[in-house]
Structure formats: structure tokens, C-alpha cells
């Protein structure tokens, strides 16, 4: 018997705007070697990165392609001479930031780049709980919210990139001290209601100290409903991942489904939204490392998409 050819090893970053995660890895289940580092200044958090995969690669072989799942927003046009940058993200200091120019310079591999997000739903159908489901949509709620949609086996870009957590929706009508949406650029959108720091600046408390029965999470309820009612309509989608910290409040997930099928109203005669309800609105399939193995099928995928040229 001849011994089986190792698979490629390939780089993966989840950047995030406190940690990245690295990995060098042969596949989803075997990770050689991972590492988390704090986000600080731009040009120092990549080269700390650089400093990582060169020592790993002295650990464990020459890495064969890298793939960049990134917090946004993110220039993702390929045509445009910014592309592979954060663009204007409100983090201080990453703005316009070279993320996959610098990446390239250090290393000589091929290389893809998308939203942590996206990159977070292409791992899900890839491994997790999307599996064979297309459209899929992955939406994280954590301090911030955002999105990522995976149509006829592509992740979608346009003009920009899905940016679920600003969908615009009705104000939670629940009794905040200060009720307001919280995000600078909108008054009434998803991210300025659900998000954690929303619901902090909503209820005066951050969110890990509200137990699972105060009355803030039926209007985060309300709000993510609203938001999966509207993905509903738009994109027709198979399967809606909520993933995030804040989603792991008791029963938040339950609340959120029973207030999708209030406000569709029967309008939607799917399975999805009846008997099928809890598996299509659902928990990832890959716990927290969505985003960190959707890096690595980015990198898988470019490392493919370069053997067939
Ligand atoms: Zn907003």
C-alpha cells in the first residue's frame, strides 16, 4: 500500500475586532496548530500574524494557501485597487486598512478574502448545519450583528456585501429605560436594538447580566424576527443560522422562531416555516469556529481555483 498523499496545508485567519484566530490546518478536523491574538494597532497585529504562520510553518511544512475571513466592512470588488481592504469600519484606526496586500507580501500563496461572516456560512453548508441547504444565510449576534449569504453554492457580493445587521425594522415596543436604537447611522435597525452593546445601552446593564426572563429579550426577539421575516421574503432562503454570544441567552432562539412565524402570518405556505421551523432557523452546526473554518474553505477553495487555471 502506498502511503496516502497528506492534504494541503492551509492557512486561516478569523480577524476580528478584538481577537484574531490563526490556524494551519490539513481540514476541518485536523487543525495542527492554532493561536488567538489580541487586536491592537493595525500594522503590528498583521505582523505578529506574519511572525505566527512563519514559525508554524517551520513546525509543520510550507503552507499551500491561505484563505481571510475578516470583520468589514471590506472592499470586495476584484477590480477595484482596494481590494482586500477593511473600508470604513467605525474601529479605530483599521480604516482602509491593506488586509490582504499586506498578507500577500509576506507570503506567496494563493489567497482568498471574504466577511467573517460569509465566510461563517460557507463553512456551515460546507460541514455544519447547512449542509446541502442553499440559499443559506449566517447571522452572528454578538456585540455588533452582521451577516453572510450562501446562494446557488457562492457566497453573494455586489455592490458591496450583505449587511444584515442594518436592516431596517419596527422598534421593539418594549419598556427600555432609554428605547431608542443605538446605531450612529440609523435609528431604527437591527444591530442598534439586538446587538450587545445595544442591549446595554437600552437597559443601562450589559447583556450576560439580564437573566433569560427579563422583559429585553422578547424586543431582541421581536427585532432578530423581524430581520429573518425580512430574509425571508428577499432571498428565499433554506436555512437561517443565528450564531453569536448574545444568542446564547435561554430560550432567546425559541422566542425568535415563534415571533417569525407571527409576523409572516401564514403568509409563506413552506415547510421551512412550519413542521421544519426548528431545524431552519437554527444553532451552528460548528459552535463558535464557523468563522475560523470558513477561512480555511476560503483558502481550500483559492488553493482550487488556482490548480484549474
Ligand atoms: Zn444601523
Known amino acids: 500500500m502506498s502511503p496516502s498523499v497528506p492534504a494541503p496545508l492551509i492557512g486561516a485567519i478569523e480577524a476580528g475586532g478584538t481577537k484574531f484566530v490563526l490556524a494551519l490546518a490539513r481540514g476541518p478536523t485536523e487543525v495542527l496548530e492554532r493561536t488567538r491574538l489580541s487586536t491592537g494597532a493595525p500594522d503590528s497585529t498583521l505582523e505578529a500574524c506574519v511572525h ?5 510553518q517551520q513546525r509543520h511544512g510550507a503552507m499551500q494557501a491561505m484563505g481571510i475571513a475578516s470583520f468589514g466592512p471590506l472592499d470586495l470588488n476584484s477590480l477595484s485597487p482596494g481590494y482586500g481592504n477593511i ?3 467605525p474601529k479605530p484606526g483599521w480604516q482602509h486598512t491593506p488586509l490582504l496586500r499586506h498578507l500577500r507580501a509576506a507570503f506567496a500563496v494563493p489567497m482568498a478574502i471574504d466577511t467573517d461572516v460569509n465566510a461563517a456560512a460557507l463553512a456551515e453548508s460546507r460541514w ?5 441547504l442553499d440559499p443559506t444565510v449566517y447571522i452572528t449576534v454578538g456585540t455588533g450583528i452582521g451577516g453572510g449569504v450562501l446562494a446557488h453554492g457562492s457566497l453573494l457580493h455586489g455592490a458591496l456585501h450583505p449587511e444584515i445587521g442594518h436592516l431596517m425594522v419596527p422598534p421593539p415596543e418594549d419598556a427600555a429605560p432609554n428605547p431608542g436604537g443605538q446605531c450612529p447611522f440609523h435609528k431604527q435597525c437591527v444591530e442598534g436594538y439586538a446587538s450587545g452593546t445595544a442591549i446595554e445601552k437600552r437597559w443601562g446593564k450589559p447583556a450576560p447580566e439580564l437573566p433569560p426572563d427579563h422583559p429585553a429579550w422578547t424586543g431582541v426577539a421581536r427585532t432578530l424576527a423581524y430581520a429573518c421575516a425580512n430574509l425571508c421574503l ?5 436555512k437561517i443560522i443565528l450564531g453569536g454570544g448574545v444568542m446564547h441567552t435561554d430560550g432567546l432562539l425559541a422566542q425568535t422562531r415563534q415571533f417569525l412565524q407571527t409576523n409572516l402570518n401564514g403568509y409563506l405556505q413552506i ?10 432557523l ?3 452546526g460548528l459552535g463558535e469556529h464557523s468563522g475560523l473554518l470558513g477561512a480555511m474553505a476560503l483558502g481550500m477553495d ?4 488556482q490548480s484549474q487555471h
Open 128 to 132: 455544519g448545519a447547512a449542509i446541502g
Open 302 to 305: 483559492a488553493l482550487k481555483a
Open 234 to 238: 428577499t432571498l428565499s432562503p433554506r
Open 271 to 280: 415547510p421551512e416555516l412550519q413542521d421544519q421551523l426548528e431545524t431552519f
Open 52 to 56: 505566527w504562520f512563519r514559525q508554524a
Open 282 to 284: 437554527s444553532e451552528p
Open 87 to 89: 473600508s470604513t469600519t
